[in-house]
């Protein structure tokens, strides 16, 4: 008796906290916030262009370590593309700044063929393509669970993508101009895939995460436990592949 007046008097506090969320976060401002987000992030975006004098510099993110593999690709210099000291000064030659903000190319080089289209023009004209891509990307990925799933057809498949950036990760993708949106996509076909019972399809799609070897444990992990293994083939072949290619450049 005496433990369970414990449990209880240790749980109030939480109670307390739930039940003020719960009077606070109505249906109609959870609405509001999740409008709000993406202006409250443009805001600090701004903010911080003008602390550090180029909007410009914020944007550039990541992209600058795709637009650096696909150029020393396209100009013959793989033999250089772990140099960070040169790619450092590409980087500051590229981006033409007083103090390089280096970011190292370090995705193995089966990447590069890749990231070499984004690298064909400018910087400036590449980050544009990229971002572009990327929203394609996404829309793709909102169109395929669209058709897959029934309980999204209460949405079309671009209000589920412009509702995508009511959720922070995906500001956060298109401000740092990551490859989170490719990702999205080759996690969305081999979900698919495995769903349609297409497990070598599947497999070999999601070999494609070996860019982020990381990103694939789980799901090997899983098919490994269920017991799929023509999924884990198609995984393997996928893989063999990527890194041939890669000794290949």
Not at 81 to 92: H, P, T
Not at 149 to 166: E, I, K
Not at 202 to 226: C, D, H, N
Request: proline share 4%; with cysteine.
């Amino acid at each position: 008796m005496e433990e369970s007046s414990i449990v209880r008097g240790r749980s109030r506090p939480y109670e307390r906290f739930i039940a003020v969320t719960a009077d606070c976060l109505t249906a109609k401002r959870a609405k509001a916030y999740a409008v709000l987000l993406p202006l409250v992030a443009l805001a600090v975006m701004v903010i911080d262009s003008l602390v550090k004098g180029s909007l410009w510099f914020v944007y550039k993110g990541d992209f600058i370590l795709y637009y650096t593999g696909g150029r020393y690709l396209l100009t013959g210099r793989m033999n250089e593309l772990y140099d960070f000291a040169a790619q450092e000064v590409f980087q500051l030659e590229t981006l033409r700044l007083g103090v390089a903000q280096f970011t190292p190319f370090n995705h193995p080089p089966f990447t590069t063929p890749f990231y070499a289209p984004f690298a064909l023009a400018s910087f400036e004209l590449g980050l544009l393509f990229w971002s572009a891509a990327g929203l394609v990307a996404l829309m793709l990925a909102w169109r395929m669970l669209h058709q897959e799933l029934s309980a999204l057809t209460v949405y079309s498949p671009l209000r589920l993508a412009l509702l995508s950036f009511c959720f922070y990760p995906t500001i956060a993708w298109i401000l740092a101009n990551q490859n989170s949106a490719f990702t999205l996509l080759i996690y969305t076909m081999t979900y698919v895939a495995l769903r349609r019972g297409r497990d070598l399809a599947g497999g070999a799609i999601l070999g494609f995460l070996l860019y982020k070897p990381q990103l694939a444990l789980t799901p090997v992990f899983i098919l490994l436990v269920k017991g799929r293994l023509r999924a884990l083939m198609g995984f393997l072949l996928t893989s063999s592949l990527l890194i041939a290619v890669g000794f290949l450049l």
